[in-house]
Every structure is written in C-alpha cells, then in structure tokens.
C-alpha cells in the first residue's frame, strides 16, 4: 500500500503502521519505500474482500490528510506494482497475467538496468518473464531473477513484522497559525483520530495524555489530560479537549501541535447492553460524566461521599474520590443537611421536638467538644437540627435541616 | 382524526385532559397518599419535577428518600447538583440512600450549574439528577426537560417560593407547605397526564417531629441516655426517627 506523499510521507509511516494495525496484525514497513505492506489474509471476513478494505483505508487515510494508494497480492513484491494499478490480484497464477502486460518503466528498476531492458528490446514485464532464470541471471545478474521469482511467489519472501510502540507521539505542523482556542479543534481532531486508530490498532486504551502547542517565539503551551477510565475513543478525548479548550488561555499563535501519550494501557472492551442499565456500564457512564465536567469545572468540582469514623457531625464527612470505597455508619435521625458553619441561634425563638443528644468528643485533637442535640422547629414549620453547646464556647447553635 | 391520534400517542408532551398518562414510566414515592395522587403512582421518570418550597427544613428533600434509595439500590446514580448545603452521609445512608452511588457537583452557580445539570441528566440511562437552581428561565427548563427525557431520568428541581407564579414546562409540579399541628402538606400545581387534586397532607413524613405526644415520649426516653451518646443514636432511630423508612411498603 504505497504511500504517495515524498519525505513528510517517509516520516509518518512508523505512525501509519501503527495506525494500520488495526486492520492487520502483520505490517511492514519496507525500507527506503513509501509505503507499508499489510498482510489481509487473515481478515478477510471481518474487513470484507481486499478491494472493499483498499477503498476504506484510502477513504480513512485521507481524512487523516494523507493520500494513499492501495492494491493487492498473494505476494508483497506484486502487491507493491498492484497498487499504483489500483488491481487486486487474487491467486498467484493471476499474477503472471495481470501484471505481465505492465510496461517496464512502471517497475522500480534503477536506470541502468532500465537502459540495458530497454536495448534488449523488452517492454513488458512478461517480456522479462518470459525468460528462463539462468538467462536472466546471465544478463541481469541474479538479483532481478530473485526479485520475480519473490513476486511471483516461487521463492519465499519473508519481512520483519512491525511492532507497535507502547507509547505515542505525534507533531503536526499547521499550516497557518491559529490564534483562536476554539480554531485548535480542528487540526486537534485529525490528530486524535490518527491517535486513536493507532490504540485500536494496538488493542490500547489511553488514560493520560499531554498536548502540547508550539509557539513562534513563546515557550510551549501544554496541556494534561487525565481520564477517570481508558479509551479509545477520538470523539470523547475531543469532548473534554473542547471544554479544556475553553478555559486555555494561549499566550501566542500555535505554530504546531503536538501530542504525547507516554503510557499506553491494554483496553478492556466491557460488552455493552441494550439500553447501558447493568451497574458496569452506570459506572462507566458516571466516569465519563465526572470527566467532562471535571474538564470544566475543575478536579475539585465532583465528588463522592464518604462517612469519616468521627461523633462530630462536622468531622463525620468528607469528600471522596470515585476510585474510594465510601464507609459510614447509618444514623436515620440524623438530618439530610448540615450546615457548613454552625449558626448562633436563640432556642427560645424554636420549639424543642425531640433530644437532647450527648455529643461529646475530640479531646485529643485540640476540638474538644460537648454537645447536646435537639430537633426543633421554627415559627414557618421548618424542622431543624440544634445544639446546646458547653464546651468549647456556651450557646445555642443550629447545625442541620430537617428538609 | 387519525393524525390527532397519532400525535397524542408519539408526543408525551401533548395529551388529554381526562386521560390518564400511560406513557409515563414512573418510580413509586413510597408514600401511599401522594402515590395515589399522582399520574401513573410515582415520581415521573424521564420528565423534571419541581418542588417548590417556602422554606427548607419542611422535608422536601425526605420526601424523595425512598425513591432515591430504591434508585441507587438498583446500582443507578444519584447526582447532586450545587446542593445548598453540606450533604450528611450519616443520615443518608441511614434512610438507605447508598454513598457509592452519590455523585455530588460543586459548580459554583449560575449558567454553569445548568450546564453541569444538562450533562448530568445526559449522561447514562437512568437514577436521580437533584438541583436547586436560583433562577431559571422557561427555555432553560425546557432543555433540562428534553435532557431528562434522554436519559429516562428522575429530575428534582427545588424552587423558591415565587416560582408558584412562573410558567413551567415541567411534567410535575409540587407545592410543599407546613402546618404546625399537620405536619407538611403537598399541592399538585401541574401534573402531566391528569388534573391537580387537593392537598394531600404527609402526615407519616413528620409525625414523629409533629406530633406533640410522641416528642413528650421521645423527651422521657432520650434524657434516660444522655450519656451514651454511641447508643443514644440508636435509641433515637427507634423511638423518633425514621419517618419515611426506604423498604416500606404500603
């Protein structure tokens, strides 16, 4: 599958494989070739026939901005001539017949080679064929024999495999500058998308990542994204980027962006119900939501719950984090509210329900305390927690809502 | 005649004055009384509902108790948008509201408050959204709204006292209000699906606080163990507390 694009080409084909894997476990990339070699074979029922994954691949490449051509093979050599042809070849005896009409400037022959064909007076690649191999060998040298011989599949050609990274990076340069927060999104989306094909590709999920913004002459802007959960998926990165966006205040134009993902994590599709109701997907809905809002709102903006083993109502609480497990003990007297800073009060403006209610606690801790509860009730029928308060400070105070 | 029908049955916006609404799904309150009141016995699922209250402490937010309990023990979340005070985890779990399932969202107000709303009520399918917005605009409610009929969720909006006179696109509109020797009662302004009825008064929401023989009683029993305050919480759970037990069944 060669890639038409000279020297930014040649750079983003170790991206490509790996963005590639996701529609083949064997890549190549050829040395000193433009263009990556994908062994189909293995996919065919999942991609459909080769032609149909050729249309996909350049259709998907170019939205990611590069032009590509695709054609296929039983072998790489002639998958390689197939696929400026556009053929998809599909047995081996159907090599010899499609691509031997092909005239011989179309092979990748250097130009002395070329000149000698061409006083021998062969045109086409069966002209070449057509020879026997020591008659080749006596006026090529055994190199070109070797070579038809890989394309037609009669000698084995085996290739180093591609292996993904367990990590990524990616540049890309724009081509204008762009002065705006909201602009960024969307040079932003081909790279996440480029990104996230290459996690698919691995099988890999992401839960960090940093984009970084590239100046004229400022130092960098960067950016850290975090995720409550991993993932693959361009569309929610671009979500969060977008509200991050928002916020970012960006000192100069970008020049360039990068993007940089240090870890890679192994992705772990759960399976998905119907209407998303099993208590897996809740959780993972809730994530998503803790996330987006987060990107918003700040880390401190969301939170859980958690008891705290303490008598003091306002010691008993504190916020959690959704990875911890909440304990607490339950009181159902106890009202739903408190009040962040309890409020001198004068009980006789109240009418007393129920109590008292011994508090008395914090001696070791410098917030020595003794209390004694009352549920009361105001004039409007407003039930409300209170407190007689004689240790520190003497008084009535209110402390809770009944709401 | 058939275009009319069709509408009726696609839109659950629209419908008849004396039908009841069956397209509703809905959660049941817990409490018998309101339950009878309302179109399909329960709190709209997927459609906001507005609690307006005079003043808090009138059990506005117990109320919703046993539904909230039922919602987080089917493993759905509870979020709670901007709450206006400090959430008791005690109490909560106490009324069987389970803390892994409470989300709570501090936004600091405003047009971020509705936002976070907007996407709380989004996200999933199913549980309970609460928010006490200050003021909000009838369009603005008409997208809180749609958002919840995305998701099937149970929307709580808790209102001050002057939204009585505003206009709302809410399916469920409720009135709390307190009488010293009653208790609380509740006022349907708007139900989809039916007509307001009467006052429903929630004696069970509030006797054990309301009722003035029961507090003489609860004085003698709590003074009898004002020094053990560990246990002087169980006590008080027996004798006073637990008005709207979440298992109950009426």
């Not at chain 1, 400037?105 to 007076?121: I, L, N, P, V, Y």
């Not at chain 1, 999920?205 to 991993?230: K, R």
């Amino acid at each position: 599958m060669p890639e038409q694009d000279s020297a930014a080409g040649q750079q983003a084909l170790p991206r490509l494989a790996a963005w590639c894997y996701q529609y083949s476990s064997q890549v190549c990339i050829p040395g000193a070739r433009n263009g990556l070699f994908l062994e189909t074979g293995a996919s065919k029922r999942l991609f459909g026939s080769t032609e149909q994954l050729g249309k996909r691949l350049q259709q998907e490449l170019g939205q990611l901005g590069y032009h590509a051509l695709t054609g296929s093979a039983p072998t790489p050599e002639a998958a390689w001539l197939a696929a400026p042809e556009g053929l998809h070849i599909a047995t081996q005896a159907d090599v010899r017949r499609q691509l031997g009409p092909l005239p011989l400037d179309r092979m990748h022959f250097d130009t002395a080679q070329r000149a000698s064909m061409e006083r021998m007076g062969f045109r086409q690649l069966r002209d070449l064929l057509r020879l026997p191999r020591k008659s080749l060998t006596r006026r090529f040298g055994p190199a070109l024999p070797d070579y038809l011989e890989r394309t037609l599949g009669i000698r084995p050609d085996p290739r180093a495999m591609y292996h993904p990274p367990q990590a990524f990076s990616s540049r890309l340069e724009l081509q204008a500058e762009i002065h705006n927060c909201q602009g960024l999104l969307f040079p932003l989306k081909r790279l996440l998308e480029e990104f996230c094909g290459v996690l698919r590709g691995g099988d890999n999920a992401v839960q960090a990542l940093q984009i970084i913004f590239g100046h004229e002459d400022h130092p960098d802007t960067p950016l850290n994204l975090g995720l409550q959960s991993p993932t693959q998926d361009a569309g929610r990165l671009l979500g969060l980027l977008r509200e991050r966006l928002e916020r970012l205040r960006l000192p100069q134009a970008v020049r360039e962006i990068q993007l940089e993902a240090a870890t890679l994590l192994k992705f772990n599709a759960g399976q998905h119900s119907l209407f998303r109701d099993t208590p897996a997907e809740q959780q993972q809905d809730i994530r998503q939501l803790a996330e987006r809002l987060q990107a918003r709102l700040g880390n401190e903006a969301v939170s859980g719950l958690t008891g705290v083993e303490d008598h003091r109502p306002e010691y008993s609480w504190r916020p959690r984090t959704l990875d911890e497990r909440p304990e607490c003990t339950p009181l159902s007297h106890r009202p739903p509210w408190l009040l962040p800073n309890p409020k001198p009060c004068v009980i006789e403006h109240f009418e007393i329900l129920a109590g008292p209610e011994r508090i008395e606690s914090g001696w070791w801790d410098g917030h020595d305390c003794r209390r004694d509860y009352f549920i009361v009730r105001d004039h409007h029928g407003s039930t409300l927690w209170a407190f007689r308060e004689y240790k520190p400070r003497r008084g009535w105070y209110l402390h809770g809502i009944f709401a | 005649m058939s275009t009319i029908n069709q509408l009726l049955s696609a839109t659950p916006q629209l419908w008849r004055g004396r039908q009841d609404n069956r397209g509703q799904q809905t959660l049941p309150t817990g409490h018998t009384r309101l339950d009878r009141q309302l179109p399909g016995h329960g709190w709209p699922q997927g459609a906001l509902t507005e609690l307006i209250t005079p003043k808090p402490g009138l059990g506005e937010f117990r109320l919703l108790f046993p539904a909230l309990a039922e919602t987080s023990q089917r493993g759905q979340w509870i979020i709670l948008v901007d709450p206006p005070w400090i959430p008791y985890p005690a109490a909560l779990q106490g009324h069987g509201l389970l803390l892994d399932h409470l989300l709570v969202v501090r936004t600091g107000g405003g047009k971020k408050a509705l936002w976070a709303c907007e996407q709380a009520l989004r996200s999933g399918r199913g549980g309970a959204v609460l928010a006490w917005p200050e003021h909000i605009s009838f369009s603005r409610l008409r997208r809180l709204q749609i958002a919840a009929e995305s998701s099937a969720k149970l929307a709580f909006l808790f209102r001050p006292a002057n939204a009585v006179k505003e206009s709302s696109p809410a399916a469920l509109r409720l009135q709390l209000g307190a009488d010293n020797r009653r208790g609380t009662h509740i006022s349907i302004l708007k139900c989809r699906g039916s007509r307001p009825t009467d006052p429903i008064w929630v004696p069970q929401l509030f006797s054990a606080y309301g009722n003035h023989r029961r507090h003489t009683q609860a004085h003698a029993t709590f003074t009898e163990h004002t020094i053990n305050t560990a246990l002087a919480g169980r006590s008080l759970s027996a004798t006073v507390a637990g008005p709207v037990h979440p298992r109950t069944k009426h």
